[in-house]
């Protein structure tokens, strides 16, 4: 039979523009916010977390901000190059300070050269 | 400084087998992970240990998979028997003290496959 697996949200940008990738939470009472990128065959590289006291963050080329009140969080990258093409996730720290991270289902970005 | 490592990188086994993947965290994170991804499900914590000790376990999916923390510098998650629908990438990760706001950071996996 015909196997259904995750249908991921896909970006498609050209190399140059800025690219912004939404996530959703689901907690309010979250207090961390962590994004990273996974490319084919490996695993998922930490690029840029948040707490809940900030309401952006910038790192190099990427920026992350967080709307707690509509509980959004985004990334942006700018000038987006072909080597960001991966599959961008983020996650929400546990409320309860355990450590364990909530990851959502992932974005794919595609940078079109 | 080196990352997460886990081996073996793949594994091809058939059913009923028995399966040890093994990971060594970063030295001196106190926090290790066991994770699995597949395309139906996505990324599933299976597992963590805080401090060597399993914390929560309440994502391991049967009695055929178990995990051990010997020391801060190794850990083995065990499938026995195997089965075909365990074929995922299982990742391990690990982070620096044991509470939230921690970044967790990856090794790049054990792509098996359960024939």
């Known amino acids: 039979g015909e196997s259904v697996g995750l249908h991921l949200p896909t970006l498609s940008v050209q190399e140059g523009d800025n690219s912004i990738i939404n996530c959703a939470y689901s907690n309010s009472a979250s207090d961390y916010f962590i994004w990273y990128k996974q490319e084919s065959g490996k695993g998922p590289q930490f690029i840029i977390d948040?707490?809940?006291?900030?309401d952006k963050r910038q790192g190099q080329r990427v920026t992350v901000l967080l709307n707690k009140t509509v509980k959004h969080l985004s990334l942006q990258i700018a000038a987006t190059q072909p080597g960001d093409s991966a599959v961008y996730f983020c996650?929400?720290?546990?409320?309860?300070?355990?450590?364990?991270?909530?990851f959502g289902q992932g974005t794919t970005l595609q940078v079109k050269p | 400084d080196a990352g997460v490592i886990q081996s073996p990188r793949h594994e091809v086994t058939e059913m009923g087998q028995e399966v040890t993947l093994r990971c060594k965290p970063i030295s001196g994170h106190n926090s290790l992970f066991w994770y699995r991804q597949t395309m139906m499900r996505g990324l599933e914590l299976l597992i963590y240990f805080n401090n060597n000790v399993p914390i929560d376990d309440s994502g391991m999916p049967e009695d055929r998979f178990s995990a051990k923390m010997p020391n801060a510098s190794f850990s083995t998650l065990k499938i026995q028997p195997s089965e075909p629908r365990d074929s995922a990438v299982y990742f391990c990760?690990?982070?620096?003290?044991?509470?939230?706001?921690?970044?967790?950071?990856f090794g790049d996996g054990t792509r098996l496959s359960i024939l």
């Open positions: 948040i707490r809940s006291n900030m």
């Open positions: 996650a929400e720290g546990d409320s309860g300070n355990t450590g364990k991270l909530i």
């Open positions: 990760a690990s982070s620096r003290g044991t509470g939230a706001n921690q970044p967790q950071h």
